[in-house]
């Protein structure tokens, strides 16, 4: 007799692989997959080259000592751009464009007032001497010297009236500003004026 206690072959449980699916988070189609996904080792940055930043002072004297060294590349290049004509570094009285072509009117011209400092040295000395003539000479000389420095004032004044009102003939400065200016600059040096000359000597401005 059959076994009641028989399975059918149909109950008998058979082994099934589960295949075990890694849920995809939904991407849209633009996503791009990352270097990290796949594979692709990051590269190393290299060194862009930028100023490294100084050190943290740890005491007084350090940070005295760098303040001072700010202090002076700060002041060597307001030196250098004043000399450059660098409006940024320009005191008031050398800035703007009608203050500029004053300048020029002045460098481009000899004047006596740069030989006037000069002449009022020889006059003082000459002054000392004891002996009628060499102080005779030196009035002459002095007189001279001044008539030169009072004539050249007036021609300078009335150049720059005339470039000034032709250049900038809506210009909000005073003349006489202006032109006192351009003959301060003709009684200086040629080397030690500030701004610098930009014009040699004879060009037309």
């Given at each position: 007799m059959p076994s009641l206690f028989r399975r059918k072959q149909d109950d008998t449980p058979t082994t099934e692989v589960v295949e075990e699916v890694t849920p995809e988070t939904t991407r849209p189609?633009?996503?791009?997959?990352?270097?990290?996904?796949?594979?692709v080792a990051t590269p190393k940055r290299?060194?862009?080259?930028?100023?490294?930043?100084?050190?943290t002072p740890t005491n007084r004297k350090e940070q005295l000592k760098q303040m001072r060294e700010r202090q002076r590349e700060e002041r060597a290049e307001a030196s250098a751009g004043m000399k450059a004509g660098d409006e940024?570094?320009?005191l008031a009285r050398d800035r703007g464009p009608e203050r500029s072509l004053v300048r020029d009117i002045v460098d481009a011209r000899r004047t006596v007032g740069t030989w006037f400092f000069g002449g009022a040295l020889i006059v003082l000395i000459g002054s000392t001497v004891q002996i009628a003539a060499?102080?005779?000479?030196?009035?002459v000389l002095w007189l001279l010297l001044a008539l030169g420095?009072?004539?050249d004032?007036?021609?300078?004044?009335?150049?720059?009236?005339?470039?000034?009102?032709?250049?900038?003939p809506k210009h909000t400065q005073r003349m006489g500003?202006?032109?006192?200016?351009?003959?301060?600059?003709?009684?200086?040096?040629?080397r030690m004026r500030v701004p610098k000359p930009k014009v040699d000597l004879g060009q037309s401005v």
């Open positions: 189609k633009s996503y791009t997959p990352s270097k990290k996904e796949l594979g290299t060194s862009t080259g930028r100023r490294v930043a100084e050190p940024r570094y320009l060499v102080q005779l000479a030196s009035n420095v009072i004539v004032s007036i021609l300078i004044s009335r150049k720059v009236k005339k470039l000034v009102n032709e250049r900038f500003s202006l032109q006192l200016y351009g003959v301060m600059r003709g009684l200086t040096f040629r």
